[in-house]
C-alpha cells in the first residue's frame, strides 16, 4: 500500500500562539482621556488605560469588558 499526503500550506511551521494580543486604540471609541476596564466574566477590574487596552485572547476565545469613561470626555 503507498500513501500520498498533500499539503496546502508548510506542515513543518510552527503551531500558531495559543493567546494573542488585541490591541483596540481607545482614542478610536471616543475615550480621549482614557477609560477603566472591567473584565464582566470575572468581574475584576482590569484598571484604568490611557491609550490602548490590549488584552490576550485565547485561541477560539472571546472576551467581555466593560469601559468607561473615568475622565472628562469632549
Known amino acids: 500500500t503507498t500513501q500520498f499526503l498533500v499539503f496546502t500550506q508548510n506542515p513543518l511551521q510552527p503551531a ?3 493567546s494573542v494580543r488585541v490591541p483596540v486604540a481607545l ?4 475615550f480621549a ?3 477603566a476596564v472591567q473584565d464582566l466574566w ?3 477590574a482590569l484598571g484604568p488605560f490611557a ?3 490590549a488584552p ?3 485561541r477560539h476565545g472571546a472576551g467581555f469588558y466593560r469601559l ?6 469632549k
Open 42 to 44: 470575572s468581574g475584576r
Open 51 to 53: 491609550n490602548e487596552f
Open 68 to 73: 468607561s469613561a473615568k475622565g472628562p470626555t
Open 56 to 58: 490576550f485572547v485565547r
Open 27 to 30: 482614542t478610536e471609541l471616543g
Open 16 to 18: 500558531p500562539a495559543d
Open 33 to 35: 482621556h482614557g477609560c
